[in-house]
């Protein structure tokens, strides 16, 4: 039973990422037809929102049990993310903000390690290191290395947010007052679509961007139906599957798992939107896929005689 929970949980992890890595494919083009990139964050956060609305009446019950989780999560998970991501590339190249905000994997072992004084597998550490060498593969960090000491900062910003992802993730995860994850990403997303409100300010969007269309690569596609993709698929679904896999898994496995996304992202980019995929990104790819096999399939084995109800603590992360 344990098994095949790993194994669902795996499977969630890989679908999440790849959810996750649909979404610059899509969001490109809505900002070469003329959106600002924070009006598009902004897009697909309000839009996750209003979705998942009538899951947050729901689960109202969330607002008393559970604020605090609820509002880390929103602050930290969704918008922190975000907000600092963006922030960071605009003054440093893409590839590098990218490659510092997937550092989040390696931070959040630091985290469980000395900070919560927990055990980390040491699969999990060697597939995160091998994962960073990948992604820094991927997004070919050496090319225009002429970074902005503030540019870094953000994007490690980023990278904490990310690892906080994770962590809020799986927060109260155990028991029966669990918090049901779908509640949890409701109001996750109306907390950081009022967050990322005053960020982004969409009463300055063009609003008329909606009603034309955007190129995905050599075809014209409406707005609407690409904005639909980043709402749906790499917002809704990106999060609900990710929630669900951290659960089943743990946090520093499923954290390396989700390094994944950069290689999705990149070869959607290279099929959909004719981005040239350089031989070193293949092997970083190769490299990345490498470090999450790693990290998930050498999880050491509970001891016979441990009661079944109580979890492993090497396959624990904040519960």
Known sequence: MQASGKNAGLGLALVSACAFGGSGVAAKPLIEA????????????????LVLSPLA???????????????????????????????????IPVGVALLLEYLG?????????????????RAAAAGA?????????VVEVWSGLSL?????????????????????ADQG??????????????????????????????????????GGTAALGDTAVPAVVLLGWVVLVA????????????????????????????VVATVLAWVL????????QVAGGALVLTGAFVAQSLRPTPPAAADPAVPDPQTTGVR
């Open 34 to 49: 003329g959106l600002d990139p924070l009006h598009v964050v902004w897009l697909r956060v309000a839009g996750a929102a």
């Open 57 to 91: 009446w729901r689960h109202r019950g969330l607002l008393r049990r559970k604020p605090a989780l609820l509002a880390g999560f929103g602050l930290i998970a969704v918008a922190g993310v975000q907000a600092f991501y963006f922030a960071s590339l605009s003054r």
């Open 105 to 121: 994997p390696a931070l959040l072992l630091g985290w469980i390690r000395f900070v919560q004084r927990k055990p980390v597998t």
């Open 129 to 137: 290191a091998v994962a960073v060498v990948g992604l820094a593969c």
């Open 148 to 168: 902005d000491p503030l540019g870094v900062l953000l994007g490690i910003a980023a990278a904490c947010c990310q690892a906080f992802y994770f962590i809020l």
């Open 173 to 210: 995860a155990e028991g029966d007052e669990a918090p049901d994850p779908l509640g949890v990403i409701a109001y996750g997303m109306l907390v950081g679509a009022l967050v990322m409100t005053v960020v982004a300010r969409p009463w300055e969007m063009d609003w008329g961007v909606l």
């Open 235 to 262: 917002t809704v679904f990106a999060y609900l599957t990710g929630v669900v896999s951290v659960r089943r898994l743990s946090p520093q496995v499923a954290g390396v798992v989700a390094c994944l996304e950069a």
């Open 273 to 280: 939107l004719g981005e040239h995929l350089a031989a070193w």
